[in-house]
């Protein structure tokens, strides 16, 4: 027998027994006579203890040999620790095992990096040697509360009627905003399946199936590039119902996110989360994606530079921009470096510079303080209670400088305000134009994908005003960080083909990529909608990491590589061969 118990078991109502335990040696501790070994395993870490001197001749050599991260199987006797030995931190820890018997199971070389949680070593090494890594008590914490999340999620939805429903991983294009990934498929030369983005086509039939309401924890494909929280596989939490509004979908999503933040975190969620719409979001956060841990509201500052003898200001204004800006009420913590700091971005992003004032009391610093007249001045001035008040604005086309201004006000705010306690700054966003125009191709394209639905008040603008039409669309933000999206979708088959008119797909080739769509709609499909939140994001966030990849078992880098299996990896003739692939790569 391997073993009796597993490492986190043992307590004091084991005294006296005897028990075979197998792991990990977490340590090897000589004190004179007596030799210790903390035992590890998932479960927990168990003191074992031994005199060599009174041991067989093979068992006092291995306990010479035996070294970190060997595995072994020990037989012996629980005993209690003396009073002034107990360790507390540890479920064993009023016991310990007098062991007389070891083997080995299997050695260990030595380690590329210690197997403690404040390891000082290149992600790149941790991700080569993932299996030593996961060993860490932390990853080992992340991956089971992961999981726990995870049995929450499906535990909560089973419970609301929700049907768990597979749906292909090799199938056609579904558009997500981001490149497929392809595979040959060999038996049907020339053509390729593509990996999902997301389920949300299978989904939308299954309510036409009468399924009313689908989820499932999909893994999803998208070929984009990667940060700290993308990965090009990931998992989505996806949801779908039938007969429902953008009320209802959103309301079992709050339910679902309080559920499953207790049971797996412990964490007391208040719902229902505030909703914003996406033009105050635009206007105020500069971003659909507001982080709501920090004020620093954006403000509209025109009117109050109508008339200013700062030529380049009123020009922009003539022409149809404005200023916008935010007050940093402690001012006097953005430090000279800071605010150069933030100029440079404002560079970077293709603007001419950051406009800033610094209130004092009864004065002003300013690279403007020359021509700033008094009335302006006083106009901008923060309250008394302020004094130290700093002033960021830039001036031009609000789709230009809003979003660099989002992103100043978030540098800004993280820096002055990082929150002591985790905090859940949850925020819907609602109410998103369908559309948004593609410079590049010049032409419409949806904001989220094709199938959403647009708001019934904006159905009269879809051909002529297409910048008007309102998407019944949410997405679902958690600290500034987008964690889901859906919509209610479109039913009608009509609809449908308009939309795909709209966007500029001709017939022929929208009826060829979802020609089953749009035939399954004429067949009784229901007024449905969905959600999908991001697994991975949701996760980190909980558990306070900074990248998913801190939550993902085996996640990519960067450029998409596994180090660990270092995929992609090439593929020999024969396969190519058989998938009718020739290569032609770029001679290096
Ligand atoms: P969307 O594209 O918004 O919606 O995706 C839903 C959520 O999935 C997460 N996510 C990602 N997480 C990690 N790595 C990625 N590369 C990545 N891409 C997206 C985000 C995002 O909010 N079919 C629709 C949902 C619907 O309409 O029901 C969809 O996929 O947290």
Same mark, same amino acid.
């Not at 035996?66 to 931190?89: Q, Y």
């Not at 001036?395 to 400088?401: C, L, S």
């Not at 909608?529 to 960067?558: C, H, W, Y």
């Given at each position: ?33 007596? %030799? ?47 009073? /002034? ?29 210690? @197997? ?40 909560? @939805? ?160 003539? /022409? ?51 021509? @700033? ?33 989002? /992103? ?6 993280? %820096? ?55 998407? %019944? ?43 089953? @769509? ?59 061969? /058989? ?10």
């Amino acid at each position: 027998m391997l073993r009796t118990h597993n490492c986190g078991q043992l307590n004091k109502s084991n005294a006296g027994e005897k028990v075979i335990l197998s792991g990990w040696v977490q340590s090897v501790r000589d004190h004179g006579l007596l %030799k210790f070994i903390d035992l590890r395993d998932r479960y927990g870490v168990v003191q074992l203890v031994c005199s060599p001197a009174e041991m067989p001749p093979e068992v006092s050599s291995i306990l010479k040999e035996v070294r970190s991260e060997w595995v072994i199987r020990v037989a012996g006797e629980v005993i209690l620790r003396p009073p /002034e030995m107990v360790n507390p931190k540890i479920s064993t820890g009023q016991v310990e095992v007098k062991i007389n018997q070891i083997d080995v199971l299997n050695r260990a070389r030595n380690l590329p990096f210690e @197997l403690t949680d404040n390891i000082q070593i290149g992600e790149n090494i941790r991700l080569a040697y993932r299996f030593l890594d996961l060993r860490r008590p932390k990853m080992q914490a992340n991956l089971l509360a992961r999981a726990k999340f995870t049995q929450a999620v499906r535990e909560f @939805l089973t419970g609301e009627d929700f049907v768990e429903i597979e749906t292909p991983i090799l199938t056609r294009s579904t558009p997500e905003g981001a490149r497929d990934f392809i595979v040959p498929s060999r038996l049907n030369p020339g053509r390729f399946y593509a990996l999902p983005q997301s389920p949300q086509l299978f989904k939308q039939i299954l309510m036409v199936a009468g399924f009313d309401r689908y989820f499932q924890i999909a893994r999803c494909f998208r070929d984009e590039d990667l940060r700290a929280d993308r990965q090009p596989e990931f998992t989505q939490i996806d949801l779908e119902m039938s007969f429902v509004e953008e009320a209802d979908v959103i309301d079992i999503t709050e339910k679902l996110l309080k559920y499953a933040a207790r049971k797996a975190f412990g964490y007391d969620l208040q719902i229902p989360f505030p909703r914003i719409e996406y033009q105050q979001a635009m206007e105020e956060y500069g971003t659909d994606k507001p982080d709501l841990r920090f004020d620093l509201k954006l403000k509209n500052f025109t009117g109050v530079f109508q008339e200013t003898r700062i030529e380049v200001i009123r020009k922009t204004i003539e /022409e149809g921009g404005i200023v916008q800006g935010f007050m940093v009420p402690d001012g006097q913590k953005v430090s000279t470096s800071d605010v150069e700091e933030y100029h440079q971005l404002v560079r970077q992003r293709g603007l001419g510079g950051l406009g800033w004032i610094r209130f004092r009391q009864n004065d002003i610093q300013s690279p403007f303080k020359k021509f @700033l007249e008094e009335k302006i001045v006083e106009n901008l001035r923060p309250p008394a209670e302020s004094d130290n008040g700093l002033l960021f604005f830039l001036a031009g086309a609000a789709d230009k400088i809003l979003p660099v201004l989002g /992103e100043l006000r978030k540098l800004v705010g993280d %820096k002055l305000y990082p929150s002591p306690e985790p905090q859940w700054c949850f925020t819907w966003v609602v109410n998103f134009p369908l559309l948004e125009f593609d410079q590049q191709q010049q032409r419409w394209q949806s904001r989220h994908h094709p199938f959403t639905s647009p708001a019934p008040a904006s159905i009269e603008s879809l051909e002529n005003q297409p910048e008007k039409i309102r998407a %019944k669309a949410y997405d679902l933000v958690l600290n500034g960080i987008e964690i889901g999206g859906g919509s209610i979708r479109i039913h009608s088959r009509k609809l449908q083909e308009k939309m795909f008119d709209l966007i500029g797909l001709d017939r022929e080739k929208y009826e060829q990529q979802f020609g089953f @769509l749009l035939e399954c709609l004429d067949f009784g499909a229901p007024p449905h909608g969905g959600i999908a939140l991001g697994l991975d994001r949701l996760v980190m966030l909980f558990l306070g990491e900074n990248s998913i990849r801190e939550v993902i078992a085996f996640p990519k880098t960067q450029k998409g590589v596994c180090l660990l299996t270092q995929a992609p990896g090439e593929v020999n003739e024969i396969l190519l061969k /058989e998938n009718r692939i020739r290569l032609q790569l770029p001679s290096t």
